[in-house]
């Protein structure tokens, strides 16, 4: 069973940094794409950005290009516990919102029901 958990979202002012992590594990997570989707109050779900685990190919939605970084870490030799990190900056009161973590078998796609695995959320509130 993949088990995904967030870490790492809070308050910050316009222009801000945040750093989310997502902790993985319950798989040999060689062969996943990993994502992270955001959801604001009142609209749907939607895609943020997403890496390949096995040669780190990233994809990143129009609207956090060039301010957010995503990017994968091992935590064991054999891909079964993982890190996938969102880095965040220049953030803006429009990037408030909860933000998960996804996983899904071999490539990147950019739709929510792609994606099989799913953590709790983490909140990302934008405000000064």
């Known amino acids: 069973q993949v088990h995904l958990v967030e870490s790492g979202g809070g308050l910050v002012q316009p222009g801000g940094s945040l750093r989310l992590s997502c902790a993985a594990s319950?798989?040999?997570?060689?062969?996943?794409?990993m994502g992270w989707f955001r959801q604001a109050p009142g609209k749907e779900r939607e895609f943020v950005s997403a890496?390949?685990?096995?040669?780190?190919?990233?994809?990143?939605?129009?609207?956090v290009k060039g301010r957010f970084t995503i990017s994968r870490d091992t935590i064991s030799r054999d891909n079964a516990k993982i890190t996938v990190t969102l880095q965040m900056n220049s953030l803006k009161p429009e990037d408030t919102a909860v933000y998960y973590c996804?996983?899904?078998?071999?490539?990147?796609?950019?739709?929510?029901?792609?994606?099989?695995?799913w953590g709790q959320g983490t909140q990302v509130t934008v405000s000064s």
């Open positions: 996804a996983a899904r078998w071999r490539d990147i796609s950019t739709v929510v029901t792609d994606y099989a695995y």
């Open positions: 319950g798989r040999t997570f060689s062969n996943y794409a």
């Open positions: 890496i390949t685990w096995s040669n780190g190919n990233t994809v990143y939605a129009d609207s």
